[in-house]
């Protein structure tokens, strides 16, 4: 990969120069919907044992002495250094696998840019308005997209979404900083350099807290700007200034990606979802129940069928189980936070069907992937009924976006539990209202930053 000589000056113009304004309505309304669902997630999961760990982790290593370097850690009000701060939302957010996605990158983006702007929008000496804020989180959002993109196609290996959404981090942080183009080209360098190029189906085989590498993206992507703020020099980021992946960036400006994502219904990987969608249609449909169910057969792509396939033992391992998910699905009604944590993870009836479930890779979805994630589920019930959901996509991206009432169901039904009703409301209220032209940001982050059970 032949590096050209200077980061494209599109790129520096559209993170740096590009006003609020000149981005699309409906690129601001996308990230404020994307940003309230990551919200919700990080809200959930942060009474989690994952994210208990992480802000125990940021306190005890990620600190700073230079207080203008220093950012209180989400629902928990406590200091750590800006990186340390987004490091532990993000690992928390990135355990409890419901945040956002984007299907070309086969990974994540709103895990790593959220908490990043959670972090810096701490750090900005100026009143930061509410457009400000939805401009960083797009140019996080796009640039972390293409850079994803370009590592894909031009490595072999499947590597996590830390690897590379560092760049929509350093590039976040750069915006708001106002850095300038040299600073922003040797930020996308440093992050790139360290980002995490850890093996993404190693963690399937495995499930554990290391999750999708996204603690690692935001901590890297927030370094890489200090360093690069303080005189620090990296190597070019190939996957923005190599001859072979200017295409990708190309319509920068033009395609906006933010708008691309998709939300998850359920806090399981995405792989699964097309086959709980099929199962929940025929649960439905039919009225089934458990005792109805006499074998379930799934077809899906390759990645999908290669899930955890046991009863899970932990939550790392139930967010990475298609069967587990499926059995949830039918016995609770629901997939929730409750239903892959605690007690919820030896549960005799989930175990049961779980033994019932049959998961299969077949050609015709593999071949699509990951431009789609597709399955089929087939049901034999007791009575010898043979019931097929047919061939489906997941539901939340652009091929089947969930409602607004849809999104702003789900984001009560993770963060009322943990808040309470009034300042979940709160929440959605200030996070909506960031596109009004008047809005500020400091409202929202107030009600973020708070800790769990202080009163509002």
Same mark, same amino acid.
């Given at each position: ?35 309230? *669902? ?118 072999? *290996? ?6 590379? &959404? ?44 290391? %999750? ?41 400006? *033009? ?130 009924? %043979?019931?097929?959901?047919? *061939? ?12 607004? &009432? ?5 984001? %009560? ?44």
């Amino acid at each position: 990969m032949a590096a050209v000589p200077d980061m494209p000056i599109s790129v520096a113009r559209f993170a740096l120069e590009t006003e609020s304004r000149d981005m699309p309505f409906s690129a601001r309304h996308a990230a404020a919907r994307l940003l309230l *669902d990551t919200l919700g997630v990080l809200c959930a999961a942060t009474p989690m044992r994952a994210g208990c760990i992480a802000r125990s982790t940021a306190l005890a290593l990620y600190g700073s002495a230079d207080q203008s370097a220093v950012a209180r850690i989400p629902f928990d009000g406590r200091r750590a250094s800006v990186a340390g701060a987004a490091w532990a939302a993000a690992s928390a957010t990135d355990n409890l696998d419901a945040h956002d996605g984007y299907n070309p990158t086969k990974g994540h983006i709103g895990v790593a840019v959220v908490p990043a702007l959670l972090a810096m929008a701490q750090t900005v000496a100026r009143p930061l308005s509410g457009a400000d804020a939805l401009a960083a989180l797009i140019v996080g959002y796009e640039v972390a997209g293409r850079a994803g993109i370009a590592l894909h196609n031009t490595v072999s *290996d499947y590597h996590t979404s830390g690897a590379w &959404n560092a760049l929509g981090v350093a590039a976040l942080a750069a915006r708001l900083k106002q850095q300038s183009q040299t600073a922003l080209r040797e930020a996308l360098g440093i992050a790139e350099f360290h980002g995490p190029r850890s093996q993404m189906m190693r963690e399937i085989d495995n499930p554990s807290m290391l %999750h999708d590498g996204s603690g690692q993206g935001a901590l890297i992507g927030l370094s890489a700007y200090v360093m690069a703020e303080n005189g620090f020099l990296g190597a070019p980021a190939i996957t923005v200034e190599a001859d072979d992946v200017q295409s990708i960036w190309a319509d920068l400006g *033009d395609v906006w990606q933010v708008e691309r994502q998709y939300i998850k219904p359920y806090p399981i990987c995405r792989w699964a979802h097309a086959a709980l969608d099929g199962m929940a249609a025929l649960v439905r449909e039919h009225g089934l129940s458990v005792d109805d169910i006499a074998r379930v057969r799934v077809e899906t792509f390759n990645e999908a069928a290669q899930l955890f396939a046991g009863m899970p033992e932990t939550t790392s391992e139930a967010q990475y189980s298609l069967r587990f998910a499926l059995a949830t699905l039918v016995v609770h009604g629901e997939i929730g936070p409750a239903q892959i944590d605690g007690a919820a993870l030896s549960d005799p009836r989930v175990a049961a069907l779980l033994a019932r479930i049959d998961v299969a890779e077949h050609a015709r979805f593999s071949t699509r992937f990951p431009a789609d994630r597709m399955a089929s589920v087939s049901v034999e019930t007791q009575a010898g009924a %043979h019931l097929s959901s047919g *061939d489906l996509h997941a539901r939340g991206g652009p091929e089947g976006p969930l409602s607004e &009432n849809e999104v702003s169901e789900k984001f %009560h039904r993770f963060a009322a539990p943990v808040l309470g009703t009034s300042r979940a409301e709160a929440i959605e209220r200030a996070t909506l209202a960031l596109t009004d032209d008047d809005s500020t940001f400091d409202g929202l982050l107030d009600l973020v930053l708070a800790p769990i059970g202080e009163p509002q």
